[in-house]
């Protein structure tokens, strides 16, 4: 386990920005797991800028995201399709992406596909997470069990309440969402969680506390080979 903690929240997203660039000078055709919500934003203005000063190349590598609200239109402002295409996908020259269709009429057969796309490009070498407040990772929320391939979640009571704040009044947030599951995300050769802000040190704390919480999903990791946690001292608490 590495950790790696920033002065600040620019800092550690161009640390994150350091170990994609790495990845793919390493292994062009990577296949790089992505997340969405306000994490990772600055790590994708680093990539794209990156990618224009011709510092990194997605020519030849492939992106799976974690997940997508169920069910949402692909073209919703909120869908993580649109955030994707806004922050990435659309300003870089990634060969193939894919996203949980949140369209999807029959959410087991989406699952299973794809979990099939998935396995079929080899899974993942890098994995970028996020953090929930509650310790979720994609939107594995805290649980008795957890699913190892991709299924539908619930989002909890906290996982609403911290996305809220992206749907307008009178838009219906979703409740339901398509992840990748833990088994899928523990797969990854290499595991990059982002971790920034005060509202994130409380869960930051008992991540490290040095016990395995199994009702906090993130607490996984620590037993992953190969994982680096980056994270600024705000979230450090430090
Ligand atoms: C998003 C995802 C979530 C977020 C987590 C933190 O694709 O999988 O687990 O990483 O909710 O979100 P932010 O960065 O908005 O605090």
């Keep these: 386990m ?28 990577s296949v790089l797991g992505l997340s969405t919500g306000s994490t990772p934003i600055g790590l994708y203005a680093q990539l ?9 190349d997605f020519s030849r590598a492939t992106a799976f995201n974690l997940d997508e609200y169920y069910p949402i239109k692909q ?3 909120q869908s993580y399709k649109t955030f994707m295409e806004e922050y990435l996908f659309s300003k870089v020259n990634f060969a193939q992406t894919h996203i949980p269709n949140g369209e999807a009429s029959d959410v087991e057969a ?3 596909r794809f979990d099939a796309e998935l396995e079929a490009a080899g899974g993942v070498d890098l994995q970028l997470l996020g953090i929930g407040t509650n310790g979720h990772i994609g939107f594995n929320e805290p649980a ?5 391939g991709s299924s539908l ?10 996305n809220a704040r992206f749907f307008t009044k009178g838009e219906t947030q979703p409740t339901t969402a398509l992840t990748m599951g833990v088994g899928q995300i523990f ?29 906090v999903p993130a607490c996984f990791l620590l037993l992953h080979p190969n994982v680096t946690f980056v994270m600024d001292k705000a979230a450090a608490g430090v």
């Excluded at 008795?144 to 190892?148: N, Q």
């Excluded at 797969?187 to 016990?211: Q, V, W």
């Design 187 to 215: 797969a990854a050769k290499h595991i990059l969680m982002l971790i920034s802000g005060t509202n994130k040190t409380e869960i930051t704390k008992k991540l490290f506390e040095g016990k395995l919480h199994t009702d």
């Design 153 to 162: 979640a619930h989002l909890s009571e906290d996982s609403l309440k911290s």
């Design 144 to 148: 008795v069990t957890y699913p190892l």
């Design 48 to 56: 794209v800028s990156r990618y224009n000063e011709g510092k990194i």
């Design 75 to 77: 073209n919703h402002a």
């Design 110 to 112: 989406e699952c299973t």
């Design 2 to 29: 590495k950790k790696i903690i920033c002065d600040n929240y620019e800092e550690s997203c161009r640390a994150a920005a350091d170990i994609f660039t790495e990845q793919l000078r390493q292994k062009p055709e």
